[in-house]
């Protein structure tokens, strides 16, 4: 028999977190399995996060990490935005990025080292993201801690870790109910309407909203490798083209 898991909510987890200091950073189910770590089977396995598992594909993310996972001791950190969390996104949110930019928001959501709920508690912000391999200071997110409660800071979202979806001493990932938007994407020149403190659009938008960038996610997912390939070869090409005609 297969029984889903229920959603956390806030008040049970909180009693939780309050109550509990190791319970949390277990796994949620399940030993590791065998062989080498595949996010996308354990993204699969807790089902709710169908939207992420396909920009993780399309962005190749999901090969990055479990690549990451094999190839460095350091592990590695996930917060898995559920897809109420993407289906919460005001409208076009996804459309307004570019391919490149879409990889960048998927490697945001990636931390190239385990951390577990208690370490939260002890690092100091910004913390470095996949997105900023280049550089620290690029696409940085804090983590602020209460007790056990993990609050992120992006500079656009804020939003709270709630639950723990897997760890195994290599992954740690971390459900939110948020897609955590990178002040360098949303931030200074906001590509789509900005997301703005929205209190009242939420209910008129969210019937359009939604299958917008459902769709976007859904579609782009086969398409997207290639268009990045694409982009390159334009760039490329350009820069050959500005070169020649020097
Ligand atoms: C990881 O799991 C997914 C889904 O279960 C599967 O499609 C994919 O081939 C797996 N990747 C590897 C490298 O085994
Ligand atoms: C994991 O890394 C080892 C070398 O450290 C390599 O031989 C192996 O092919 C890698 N496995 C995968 C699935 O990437
Ligand atoms: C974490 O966020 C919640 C709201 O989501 C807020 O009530 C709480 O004060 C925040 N805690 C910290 C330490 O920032
Ligand atoms: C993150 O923390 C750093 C260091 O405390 C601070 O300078 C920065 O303003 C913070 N950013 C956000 C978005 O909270
Ligand atoms: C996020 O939380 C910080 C305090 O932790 C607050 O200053 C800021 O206004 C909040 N931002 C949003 C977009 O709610």
């Given amino acids: 028999m297969v029984m889903k898991k229920p959603l ?19 796994p949620a189910a ?6 080498p770590t595949n996010v996308t089977k354990i993204l ?26 094999n190839d460095s001791n350091n592990g590695m950190t996930l ?23 879409k990889v960048a928001l998927i490697q945001f959501h990636v931390i190239p080292s385990y951390i577990t709920v208690s370490q939260f508690q002890t690092m100091s912000n910004p913390i470095r993201t996949n997105a900023g391999d280049s550089s620290p200071y690029k696409y940085p997110l804090n983590v602020t801690t209460f007790g056990n409660s993990v609050n992120i800071s992006t500079g656009i979202t804020n939003t709270s870790v709630s639950g723990t979806v897997y760890t195994d001493g290599q992954l740690a990932v971390y459900q939110v109910d948020k897609v955590l938007l ?20 939420k209910k008129a938008g969210s019937a359009d909203d939604t299958p917008d960038d459902t769709t976007l996610a859904t579609s782009g997912a086969s398409s997207l490798k290639v268009t990045v ?3 390159v070869v334009f760039g490329f090409a350009m820069v050959a083209a500005t070169m020649l005609s020097r």
């Fill in 229 to 231: 390939q694409n982009v």
């Fill in 79 to 101: 917060f898995a935005p559920s897809d109420n969390a993407f289906s919460g996104l005001s409208s076009g949110t996804l459309n307004s990025l570019n391919d490149q930019q």
């Fill in 182 to 201: 990178p002040w360098d994407l949303f931030g200074a020149k906001p590509p789509a309407p900005a997301p703005a403190p929205a209190k009242p659009k």
């Fill in 44 to 69: 699969e396995k807790a089902g709710q996060f169908t939207l992420l598992i396909r920009l993780m594909k399309a962005t190749s993310v999901a090969d990055q990490i479990d690549h990451q996972l």
């Fill in 30 to 35: 399940a030993p590791a399995p065998a062989g």
């Fill in 8 to 26: 956390f909510h806030l008040s049970p987890l909180l009693i939780f977190l309050l109550h509990s200091t190791t319970t949390l950073a277990q």
